[in-house]
């Protein structure tokens, strides 16, 4: 089972950029994949991207491709999401969430989540 704890929401204004973290520990594995989720009030959660901890490069929705970049650094067990021109739409929970050897863009298999962290942009 893994852990996962996100940090590095808050508000920010339409425009800006913000960082996001999320610390993994227990039983990881390079060939396993990480993604970021979010979810808005009253909203479904929604795939962000994805990426496994032996890659350089991620799959991301179609929504923040060109913002929102995922990197992963092994050596620290974190997986990063860097977004940029946020607008007042990105506003949700993002949650990181580890899942296993085959890519997929749905919650349901996703094993372990985080605890998620709020993101504002304001207009």
């Known amino acids: 089972q893994v852990q996962l704890v996100e940090s590095g929401g808050g508000l920010v204004q339409a425009g800006g950029s913000l960082r996001l973290s999320c610390a993994a520990s227990?039983?990881?594995?390079?060939?396993?994949?990480m993604a970021w989720f979010r979810q808005a009030p009253g909203k479904e959660r929604d795939f962000v991207g994805a990426i496994r901890w032996s890659d350089v490069s991620a799959v991301y929705a179609d929504s923040v491709k060109g913002r929102f970049t995922i990197s992963a650094d092994s050596a620290k067990n974190t997986v990063y999401l860097q977004m940029n021109s946020l607008n007042p739409e990105d506003t949700a929970v993002y949650y990181c969430?580890?899942?296993?050897?085959?890519?997929?863009?749905?919650?349901?298999?996703?094993?372990?989540w985080g605890q998620g962290t709020q993101v504002t942009v304001s207009s």
């Open positions: 969430a580890a899942g296993g050897l085959l890519l997929s863009r749905n919650a349901p298999d996703f094993s372990s």
């Open positions: 227990g039983r990881t594995s390079s060939g396993y994949f």
